[in-house]
């Protein structure tokens, strides 16, 4: 007898629900299997090894398993890492009796409940930008097309810097498939650029943004990192701030978002490509650090959105590290921003030239795509880039049909 076996992957209670609907179990088994097949696996950091000891006897005692060091059995480690692995059954039932317990136990507790939400919810948005919507849903990758209005960036400097070619560029972006126009008026390259001041960076921006704002109906970012930029670009009508210092270079910026109520991309960036730890710890604590910045300020939660930094402060080891594990980002339940495009990783790897690394940038949003942490995309080559995107979107939505 052959039974046609076969390992299925289930990452959430939606997609346990449909496999068990298909096996025709019933609905109130149904209910109660869904928290059972989905499996996940956290990683605590820091975590104080008296209070490691409780965290572990807890989870073993609710059927799932937890992993300490060594030194924490006896305290010859005072803080000790630990990973917790279970079903989400295991998770709900050990939570609720952390809550209560000492040594820091009850905040790790709402940290812990906060990811595994973070993790079985998609991170809806419906953005109301002026007169426009924009929605982050899933099934469909939304593409930012670049519009680099410098003398110098690394793949186009030069090439759109004056406003007729800016204009004809946006609007075959727009043509191509872009669902938000990214302008930048300083190259933020991680090599080689020159830093301007905020006078003469608005003097390039202001004349092409009002441009964009008064001839094409789309949601528009502004590329900055400094808070007297992003004000002058709210002011004239720009829908999204994109920081590449994550509101941790220019202490007014957090201010000048939640003044406006407006998305803000946060990224990640450090100088230097050495990391003490592992880098995604690094990741989400710089990104962690932002959000918490931010949220002081007075921007809402929502309009938080999270860039790995592909490129900034990263080398070929780094970057390739990062795109592996992208899917880590969804911790934060934020959606993710993937810049790739024409990246120097790219370069090193296909030895190609910034106007031909199409193929590469399209393998690297693909990836993200599938690993569900790259929600929009921020490209230069917006026709190809799109239809890589859809052709994504929809094969993966035929997954559970």
């Known amino acids: 007898m052959r039974y046609n076996m076969r390992i299925i992957e289930i990452k959430n209670q939606e997609q346990a629900r449909k496999e068990l609907a298909k096996v025709n179990c019933d609905p109130g088994g149904m209910a109660i299997m869904s928290n059972k097949i989905v499996h996940k696996t956290v990683k605590v950091e820091h975590v104080l090894s008296k209070a490691s000891l409780i965290l572990k006897q807890t989870f073993l005692s609710k059927g799932g398993e937890a992993a300490v060091t060594r ?33 820091g136990l009850g905040q790790l507790a709402k940290e812990l409940e906060a990811i595994i939400a973070a993790g079985e919810n998609f991170p809806h948005r419906a953005y109301q930008l002026g007169q426009h919507s924009l929605a982050i849903t ?32 946006a609007e075959q972006m727009l043509k191509d498939g872009a669902d938000i126009i990214d302008i930048g008026a300083e190259s933020t390259r991680p090599y080689g650029s020159q830093k301007i001041s905020a006078e003469e960076e608005l003097d390039r921006l202001m004349p092409v943004l009002e441009k964009i704002l008064a001839n094409f109906s789309v949601p528009v970012s502004v590329d900055t990192y400094k808070g007297s930029v992003a004000r002058e670009a709210l002011k004239a009508g720009a829908h999204i701030i994109n920081d590449i210092w994550g509101l941790q270079f220019d202490p007014e910026m957090a201010k ?33 650090k932002s959000i918490e910045i931010g949220m002081a300020a007075g921007i809402d939660a929502k309009n938080f959105i999270i860039d ?13 590290a990062v795109l592996a594990r992208l899917e880590e980002l969804n911790s934060l339940g934020c959606p993710v921003l993937l810049g790739t495009s024409r990246k120097k990783f790219i370069g090193e790897i296909l030895d190609a030239l910034p106007d031909d690394r199409v193929e590469g940038t399209g393998a690297s949003v693909v990836l993200g795509i599938i690993k569900g942490a790259a929600h929009i995309v921020r490209v230069h080559d917006v026709k190809a880039i799109a239809r890589m995107a859809r052709m994504t979107d929809v094969m993966l939505n035929a997954k559970y049909q």
């Open 71 to 103: 030194g924490a059995a006896d305290f010859s480690d005072e803080y000790t890492d630990v990973l917790l692995s279970g079903s989400l059954k295991h998770f709900k039932q050990a939570i609720p009796q952390l809550k209560g317990q000492p040594w």
């Open 138 to 169: 899933p099934g469909k990758t939304l593409v930012m097309g670049i519009l680099n209005f410098t003398p110098d960036s690394f793949s186009d400097g030069g090439k759109f810097n004056t406003l007729d070619s800016a204009m004809r560029h």
């Open 256 to 288: 000048v978002v939640a003044e406006y109520n407006v998305p803000v991309v946060v990224m990640h960036n450090q100088e230097g490509t050495y990391y003490e730890r592992d880098i995604m710890s690094h990741l989400l604590e710089f990104l962690r």
């Open 308 to 320: 790995p930094g592909i490129g900034f402060g990263k080398g070929l080891p780094e970057n390739l």
